[in-house]
T-cell receptor
Framework: QKEVEQNSGPLSVPEGAIASLNCTYSDRGSQSFFWYRQYSGKSPELIMFIYSNGDKEDGRFTAQLNKASQYVSLLIRDSQPSDSATYLCAVYLMDTGRRALTFGSGTRLQVQP | NAGVTQTPKFQVLKTGQSMTLQCAQDMNHNSMYWYRQDPGMGLRLIYYSASEGTTDKGEVPNGYNVSRLNKREFSLRLESAAPSQTSVYFC????????????FGPGTRLTVT
C-alpha cells in the first residue's frame, strides 16, 4: 500500500460544478495534511492545510479531514477552467521518521467550459 | 524576496556525466528538501536537511549526494548520471516552527541520454 494514495484521474467536471478530490494515507498518527495545486510545467503551490478533524473553508476551497478513516479531501465549489491542474495531497507522516512531506501521485482535474 | 531559486532550469547530460543542481532560499528557513517528480509518480523525496549541518536520506537517495553549504544553500549532485535520473527536480524549504508548509522552487528539468 502506498503511504499517500490518490486517484490519478482525470476528473472532469463542468464549469460551475463542485469538484471533489480524495486522498487516503497509511499512518494513523499523522497530524498535518496539505493540498497543493500544480499547473503543467510549474512547481506546486499550497492551497490549503488542515490539522483537525472536520472541515476547513477558504473561499471556494474546503478541506475535509477524517483521521479515524485516514481520509482527507478537497472540495472546489463553482469550479472554473482556471482550476484545471493536478492536485497533490501531502501528509506529514509520523511513522517514516522523515521530517518531510510525503506526496500522493496527484489527481488531474479538468474543468470543462 | 525571491523565495526558492534553482539553477539551471534545463540540463541535458550524457550517461556517466556529473553535475550539481543548485538551490538557494532567502526566507531564512531551517529545513531544505530535494524532490524528483516523474510522470504518474508524484513527488518523491531524495534527501533533506532539517537544519544547517545535517542531511538525511529520503525515499530515493541512490545515485545522489547533497551538501548543505550554509543556511541558504542546498545542492544536489549526480556523480554519474543514468537515464533513470531523467526527471524534474524540485527544491523546497520550510521554516522550523509552526506550519509544515513547504515552499517550492521553479524546478530543474534534467534529461540524461
Amino acid at each position: 500500500q502506498k503511504e499517500v494514495e490518490q486517484n490519478s484521474g482525470p476528473l472532469s467536471v463542468p464549469e460551475g460544478a463542485i469538484a471533489s478530490l480524495n486522498c487516503t494515507y497509511s499512518d494513523r498518527g499523522s497530524q498535518s495534511f496539505f493540498w497543493y495545486r500544480q499547473y503543467s510545467g510549474k512547481s506546486p503551490e499550497l492551497i490549503m492545510f488542515i490539522y483537525s478533524n472536520g472541515d476547513k473553508e477558504d473561499g471556494r476551497f474546503t478541506a475535509q479531514l477524517n483521521k479515524a478513516s485516514q481520509y482527507v479531501s478537497l472540495l472546489i465549489r463553482d469550479s472554473q477552467p482556471s482550476d484545471s491542474a493536478t492536485y497533490l495531497c501531502a501528509v506529514y507522516l509520523m511513522d517514516t521518521g522523515r521530517r518531510a512531506l510525503t506526496f500522493g501521485s496527484g489527481t488531474r482535474l479538468q474543468v470543462q467550459p | 524576496n525571491a523565495g526558492v531559486t534553482q539553477t539551471p532550469k534545463f540540463q541535458v547530460l550524457k550517461t556517466g556525466q556529473s553535475m550539481t543542481l543548485q538551490c538557494a532560499q532567502d526566507m531564512n528557513h531551517n529545513s531544505m528538501y530535494w524532490y524528483r517528480q516523474d510522470p504518474g509518480m508524484g513527488l518523491r523525496l531524495i534527501y533533506y536537511s532539517a537544519s544547517e549541518g545535517t542531511t538525511d536520506k529520503g525515499e530515493v537517495p541512490n545515485g545522489y549526494n547533497v551538501s548543505r553549504l550554509n543556511k541558504r544553500e542546498f545542492s544536489l549532485r549526480l556523480e554519474s548520471a543514468a537515464p533513470s535520473q531523467t526527471s524534474v527536480y524540485f527544491c523546497a524549504s520550510r521554516d522550523r516552527g509552526g506550519s509544515y508548509e513547504q515552499y517550492f522552487g521553479p524546478g530543474t528539468r534534467l534529461t540524461v541520454t
